[in-house]
Nanobody, 125 residues
């Protein structure tokens, strides 16, 4: 059974940093592109960032470019999201996602193979 487990969310102030982790199990991790999405109430889930299977290519949403960094450790079956210079508009539930066939450049909120349950990030002003 495939499981994606996010951790690292919390309450921070604007300008602070936070690092999210997503530990994967039940799949051959290095055959999956990985990504992060986020969602706020009454809005659609939105793409944040994705990383290729080997970790050598990334794709960022414009809203987080220069502030967020995705990385992965295929020896630990874990993907990370380092979030710096956080803004109140970054407040959301952050979800980890995995897809075996979809390239990192084509991640979208629908049709992903697997999702985590999410971790809440709250940024106060």
């Amino acid at each position: 059974q495939v499981q994606l487990g996010e951790s690292g969310g919390g309450l921070v102030q604007a300008g602070d940093s936070l690092r999210l982790s997503c530990a994967a199990s039940g799949l051959t991790f290095n055959t999956y592109a990985m990504g992060w999405f986020r969602q706020v109430p009454e809005k659609e889930r939105e793409f944040v960032v994705a990383i290729s299977r080997r970790g050598d290519n990334t794709n960022y949403a414009d809203s987080v470019k220069g502030r967020f960094t995705i990385s992965r450790d295929n020896t630990k079956n874990t993907v990370y999201l380092q979030m710096n210079s956080l803004k109140p508009e970054d407040t959301a539930v952050y979800y980890c996602a995995a897809d075996r066939d979809k390239p990192y450049s084509h991640f979208a909120p629908h049709g992903m193979d697997y999702w985590g349950k999410g971790t809440l990030v709250t940024v106060s002003s």
